[in-house]
């Protein structure tokens, strides 16, 4: 009778082993791209907040004569991608806003590597002391946690936007 009992629960563990991996496995992607996710969000919200710090203090006075502190757009989004330690520039969209409103999009950031436009702008006296400026930023994070996402067919990755804005004074 003893043997009996044996061979009814023989391949069990196999069965077991089974259902309880494919639970621990999705369990460990998911907690991977959540915290890969966690880390991007972080880096690109702190790139975009020291990139407005960094043109805050380029307004007015940087475009005074005998004073060659003034930024280009470029300088601007080479900054950005230089504190963006790990992100991609090629999946980063950044736009610059002057206080008047003036929107200049730099869509994906690398595109506007080579651009020497004078920003803040002194049109509508964007580059005054005490005027606001913004950095907005967007990434396309790539997170394989919707590869177990039921009824999506055959879609290895899912996509969704990590946004980052900041705004700041011109000081000087």
Not at 19 to 35: E, H, K, M, N, W
Not at 89 to 117: F, H, I, R
Request: proline fraction near 3%; glycine fraction near 10%.
């Amino acid at each position: 009778m003893h043997m009996q009992k044996r061979q009814r629960q023989r391949g069990s563990i196999l069965v077991e082993f089974t259902l309880a991996g494919i639970a621990t496995i999705c369990l460990l992607i998911s907690t991977f791209s959540l915290g890969v996710g966690m880390w991007n969000y972080h880096t690109l919200a702190f790139a975009v907040h020291e990139g407005t710090r960094y043109v805050s203090v380029k307004g007015y006075d940087c475009t005074e004569a005998g004073n060659t502190c003034s930024v280009s757009v470029g300088t601007i989004a080479k900054k950005i991608q230089s504190l963006g330690i790990g992100l991609p520039d090629g999946q980063v969209n950044v736009s610059l806003t002057t206080d008047s409103g003036v929107v200049t999009s730099c869509n994906p950031l690398n595109s506007c590597y080579s651009d020497a436009t004078i920003w803040p702008p002194k049109a509508n006296s964007d580059n005054k002391v005490g005027k606001k400026i913004t950095i907005a930023a967007a990434y396309q994070f790539q997170s394989a946690i919707l590869f177990f996402w039921p009824g999506k067919g055959t879609v290895g990755t899912g996509t969704i936007w990590l946004p980052a804005s900041s705004t700041q004074t011109i000081l000087f």
